[in-house]
């Protein structure tokens, strides 16, 4: 049985096209008893709107890069005895939360052969226009054209019997560029090979690959963390960052756009140096990548996982390491041998809980 991997798209580029409103009718009224009768031609149907909504069981954009032209219906013509067209339905596509939309802008390229006027051949990121961080929230991204009008409308005292009516409206469009940014509770941030896909594994039901070599996750996996009966916290495993991500090496900025939306960050450590790397070093360069990429970053809520203390190294390193960082929580533990696990989902319910607060304090 063959298996096919679901492809991870977080930004896409799209066309989208409103319908365009229908037809006014000509028409007269026309029956055995009234041979003459005025005018009673219908108004035509509006456009349908194209409309994003934020969907929570959708988590990428995949189905948007296959198809990235979006079309809505026009709406139908007017027809006799004053009945209206009716209206096309609004084109509803479902988005991440956590959807940022911005305007394509034309880029116009003039061929030095032809006295015609510049034709756009590329389109530029414009500004933001919505932002959709809320379950179920949704944003207008195009209007659908108004209807027409029947010749009912043009009845005078002078124009007995008018012939007029007007086209529908055409509906809107353009270009946009759609980017996620993964909206977690938590943030599991580290080198490539640290552990967090297995933490991830640990903390909840997500299934992220695990390899024992760098870089198996190559997208934001988002687990649920089941608190108590009442209460859970979402957890994002990011990519492995590396040195110079904030200048986009290594896909730096395709994986740090996803931190700033979590609330937490939680920096995970390979205690025991199996890369051939510094515990310390690893965190100062990371911490370092995400100020340099937004200094708000740098004020977020953050704490340490020491992880694979189950190596022997880790302990003479998880020694040396409040030298470095006296005021810093560490919390050490071994994801692939399961130990700690309870006391990190403890911490994580603490502090996002605390954030939870603070932010209801501030609103009241």
């Not at 096919?4 to 066309?15: G, K, T």
């Not at 959709?132 to 124009?159: D, I, M, T, Y």
């Not at 640290?194 to 903390?203: D, E, F, I, P, Y």
């Amino acid at each position: 049985m063959a298996v096919y991997a679901r492809m991870f798209v977080d930004r896409v580029r799209i066309f989208a096209q409103a319908g365009n409103g229908g037809r006014g009718c000509v028409s007269f009224r026309r029956e055995k008893f009234v041979p003459k009768g005025g005018p009673d031609g219908g108004d035509g149907g509006r456009g349908g709107d194209i409309i994003l909504r934020a969907d929570p069981h959708t988590d990428h954009l995949a189905s948007l890069y296959y198809e990235p032209i979006v079309r809505a219906k026009n709406g139908e013509h007017g027809q006799g005895k004053k009945m209206h067209g009716k209206n096309a339905i609004k084109k509803i596509v479902a988005v991440p939360i956590g959807t940022i939309v911005r305007r394509g802008l034309p880029v116009h390229e003039a061929d030095p052969e032809s006295d015609q006027p510049a034709t756009p051949k590329q389109f530029e990121v414009g500004e933001e226009i919505a932002d959709l961080n809320r379950s179920a929230e949704e944003f207008l991204l195009c209007r659908g054209g108004g209807g027409g009008k029947g010749n009912v409308h043009f009845k005078s005292s002078r124009n007995r019997a008018p012939r007029e009516y007007t086209d529908g409206g055409e509906g809107e469009s353009g270009y946009f560029f759609l980017e996620l940014h993964t909206i977690a509770d938590a943030a599991l941030v580290g080198y490539p090979n640290a552990g967090k896909s297995t933490l991830l594994r640990q903390l909840s039901a997500a299934q992220p690959k695990v390899a024992p070599y760098p870089f198996t996750t190559l997208h934001p996996v988002v687990g649920v963390v089941e608190i108590d009966e009442y209460a859970r916290i979402t957890v994002a495993d990011i990519p492995g960052l590396i040195e110079g991500a904030h200048l986009n090496l290594g896909l730096g900025h395709d994986f740090l756009r996803h931190i700033t939306r979590c609330r937490v960050l939680v920096f995970v450590l390979d205690m025991a140096g199996s890369e051939g790397r510094n515990p310390i070093a690893d965190l100062e360069s990371l911490r370092r990548e995400i100020d340099l990429y937004d200094a708000r970053l740098s004020q977020r809520p953050w704490f340490v996982v020491a992880n694979k203390m189950d190596l022997p190294e880790a302990e003479e390193n998880l020694e040396t390491f409040p030298r470095r960082f006296p005021q810093i929580e560490v919390l050490s533990l071994s994801a692939k041998a399961g130990e700690g696990i309870t006391q990190l989902i403890k911490l994580l319910a603490t502090r996002v809980s605390a954030i939870s607060s603070d932010k209801t304090a501030d609103q009241a």
